[in-house]
C-alpha cells in the first residue's frame, strides 16, 4: 500500500511505517480494498493528517471508527462529505457548540474547515469494511494511531486534547496533561448523551480561552 501522508508527519512517522505491525497492515489493508467495499475511499485514509500538519496542530478530537455508511466517511473524525445527512453523534457535537457559543449549526457535516485550522480529527482505527462497525479493528491501525498520540504530547506544548467517552480516555493515558489541556466528557452519541456528560460540557469554549491564554489562535468552531 502507498502511503500518501504529509511530508510533516512523514518524516516524523517513517520509523512506525517501517515497523513490522504496519506492514502486515498495509499488507491486510491491500487485500480489503482489492476484495470488499471499504471506507474511506483510499486517497481519504490519511485526510485528517493531510489536512491538518503536525506543525498545525493544535487541537486533537479523539474519534473510534470512520463511518460505515455508503459515502459518509471522509478520513476525518466525527466528519462527513458535504451532502451527506449528519449522523447522530455530530448533530449533538453542533447542538453543543450552538449552546456553548452561540454558532447557528451549519448546513454540512463536512468539517476539512476545522481540520484547516489545526484540528487533527483522529480516529483510533482508519479503515472499516461497508456496514461492519469495529471491523478492522485490532489489526495495527491502534498501535498507529497510539503513536501518533504520544507524538503530539512528547513533540508539542499547549494542545487541547478533546476525549469523548471511555474508549477515547483510555487510549489518552499517553497524553502529558502538565503541558497540555485534556478535556473529557461522555461521547455525543445519542445514547450516552441522554444519560447526561456530553451536553453542557463547554469543550468548544474551554480549548479557545486555553489557546488564546497561550498566545495561540482560536478555532472559529
Known amino acids: ?16 511505517f517501517d515497523k513490522p505491525y504496519f506492514r502486515q497492515l498495509a499488507e491486510f489493508l491491500r487485500q480489503e480494498y482489492s476484495t470488499q467495499r471499504v471506507y474511506p475511499p483510499g486517497k481519504l485514509i490519511f485526510n485528517a493528517f493531510n489536512q491538518c500538519s503536525f506543525e498545525e496542530a493544535r487541537v486533537v478530537i479523539l474519534g473510534q471508527d470512520p463511518y460505515h455508511g455508503e459515502g459518509q466517511a471522509n478520513g476525518l473524525a466525527f466528519s462527513v462529505a458535504d451532502g451527506v445527512t449528519k449522523p447522530p453523534s455530530l448533530v449533538n457535537i453542533f447542538k453543543e457548540i450552538q449552546d456553548d457559543l452561540g454558532k447557528p449549526v451549519p448546513k454540512s457535516g463536512n468539517l476539512e474547515r476545522w481540520a484547516k485550522q489545526g484540528v487533527m480529527l483522529l480516529n483510533a482505527t482508519l479503515t472499516v469494511r461497508a456496514g461492519q462497525a469495529g ?3 485490532g489489526k495495527g491501525w491502534e498501535t498507529f494511531t497510539d503513536a501518533v498520540i504520544k507524538l503530539i504530547s512528547d513533540e508539542k506544548q499547549n494542545v487541547v486534547f478533546m476525549l469523548w467517552g471511555a474508549y477515547a480516555q483510555k487510549k489518552g493515558a499517553v497524553i502529558d496533561s502538565r503541558k497540555h489541556l485534556v478535556l473529557k466528557s461522555k461521547h455525543p452519541s445519542p445514547m450516552a448523551a441522554q444519560w447526561g456528560g456530553w451536553f453542557g460540557n463547554k469543550h468548544f469554549s474551554q480549548a479557545n480561552e486555553y489557546l488564546e491564554s497561550h498566545g495561540l489562535k482560536p478555532i472559529d468552531w
Open 1 to 16: 500500500m502507498k502511503v500518501s501522508i504529509a511530508e510533516s508527519w512523514q518524516s516524523r512517522l517513517q520509523s512506525e
Open 135 to 137: 471491523s478492522h479493528q
